[in-house]
């Protein structure tokens, strides 16, 4: 029997990939073409694939018994050195799988971390990362020191294996209560950061991962960032200023790339991360158009979003790589969905000047035009409106300063927490203005004067 070193880096093994397909589970041509893309991510050599359709997986080894035997002679065959699985598998498969083929086997959220820990760049991607792998070793500790002898001499004689699994999840417990304090802290520290950009407009970049997100901020800021044909090339939020043509410089967040059946504890880990995209004021949700399962790829990116609770914040749908091969037929069909995506290509610059326009729309769209009726001596909030918003003009009536302005909902929501007698010219408050809004403020409408209504923001109280 070969031995296998689960501890080694899994780049340069010779890999056999291998999938359970479910009756409800997507096929496309290629079973294996997203987990090819994850093994050649990761350094693998994949010398071959194998598949089985069943109705529902086998407790004990996920394949058939006929399947596994075939598997086993496959890998005995060709000397492989990992078998790859597109399935989660659970501790006990896999151990009943290394002994079946005596090779070692790797799920697909094992691989996945594993590329993450290889591309993981920043200290906090790395916290992130270790985390992730952490939670998911815990249950699997047990089949990591299988090759300790166990003595059996009755209670309280244990083998040396079984202390040094006790004392190994002590330690991984201990190490994932600390992480998890560290990454509580970077959290609080980037929502800090995220808020100090007050009166900054931010559109954070989401999507599929190696669908061009990269390539497109590069081509809008000129960022420089990596911009690699591979899974996971950008594992750390980046943000640039981006000069929008009529409107003026907002900020642009690249994020790191989501996937089918993405492992919850990475999207636990990775919340801090991903904050540029909870408090965007729009998400632009870049999908690849050349790709044959873009509407599979579209619905695992809302259901990441739904999972980070932001699936409800204003988004636009931009299909890339519109100048590939095939390309323009996927677009009209998922145009026929979501009529208002856009299609570029982030490459050669296709559809860039429609995209500008686009989210320079998407962002006006969250602004109201008001009238403030101020105190003249609350210099404070003049000063403040002369940053945060644009002034049309400004006159004194006896001892009130009448403003008339253009500003962001969440703006005008920070002033109504304040107490700021405001009537609404264009546009609409939603009721409650959901962002800046304190807790101790609320809308009281006023009556409608000719069609204009008067909204005053009034402390609650009690």
């Known amino acids: ?120 760049r920043t200290h906090e991607a790395r916290l992130a990362v270790e985390l992730a792998q952490l939670e998911y070793s815990l249950p699997r500790l047990k089949r990591m020191w299988t090759h300790l002898s166990r003595q059996t001499m009755g209670v309280g004689m244990r ?8 004392v190994d999840r002590r330690l991984a417990e201990k190490r994932i209560h600390d992480l998890k304090t560290d990454l509580s802290k970077v959290e609080k520290r980037k929502a800090r950061e995220v808020a100090s950009r007050d ?27 990596e911009a690699a044909d591979k899974l996971f090339a950008t594992l750390d939020t980046r943000t640039r200023r981006w000069m929008l043509p009529g409107w003026g410089p907002i900020l642009l967040s690249d994020t790191v790339g989501f996937i089918r059946d993405l492992p919850h504890h990475l999207i636990a880990s990775f919340r801090a991360t991903l904050e540029e995209a909870r408090q965007a004021d729009l998400l632009m949700h870049v999908a690849d158009a050349s790709n044959p399962s873009v509407f599979q790829q579209i619905s695992s990116v809302y259901k990441v979003l739904k999972e980070l609770g932001i699936q409800e914040k204003d988004t636009l749908l931009v299909l890339n790589k519109a ?35 686009a989210v320079s729309d998407s962002l006006t769209a969250s602004f109201v035009e008001l009238e403030l009726r101020l105190s003249v001596s609350d210099g404070k909030t003049i000063a403040w409106l002369a940053t945060h918003a644009e002034v049309l003009s400004k006159h004194y009536q006896d001892e009130l300063c009448i403003v008339h302005c253009r500003m962001s909902i969440g703006c005008a929501g920070k002033l109504a927490g304040h107490g700021v007698d405001m009537r609404v010219l264009s546009g609409s408050l939603p009721e409650p203005i959901k962002q800046g809004l304190p807790n101790n403020a609320t809308f009281v409408p006023a009556e409608s004067i000719q069609d204009i209504a008067d909204v005053v923001a009034m402390p609650k109280v009690g």
């Open 199 to 225: 009166g900054t407009f931010c559109v954070s970049l989401v999507g599929y991962t190696n669908a061009g997100k990269s390539t497109l901020m590069n081509m809008l800021t000129g960022a420089g960032v």
């Open 323 to 357: 100048d590939c091969q095939g390309a323009e037929d996927r677009i009209s069909l998922v145009q026929e969905r979501y009529p208002n995506a856009i299609s570029i290509s982030a490459r050669s610059g296709l559809g860039l000047q429609k995209l500008a326009m």
């Open 1 to 120: 029997m070969r031995t296998h070193d689960r501890s080694q880096s899994l780049a340069s093994e010779k890999g056999i990939l291998a999938r359970l397909i479910l009756p409800n589970d997507f096929v496309s041509d290629d079973p294996f073409d997203e987990l090819k893309g994850l093994a050649q991510t990761a350094g693998i050599d994949v010398c071959g694939t194998i598949f089985q359709k069943r109705e529902h997986p086998d407790q004990s080894t996920y394949l058939g018994k006929g399947k596994v035997e075939e598997l086993a002679s496959f890998v005995e065959h060709i000397h492989a050195d990992v078998v790859l699985f597109d399935n989660d598998l659970t501790p006990a498969q896999t151990r009943n799988l290394e002994k079946a083929l005596s090779t070692k086997v790797i799920d697909r959220s094992e691989l996945i971390l594993d590329i993450f820990a290889t591309n993981a």
């Open 159 to 166: 083998g040396p294996g079984e202390k040094q699994l006790e």
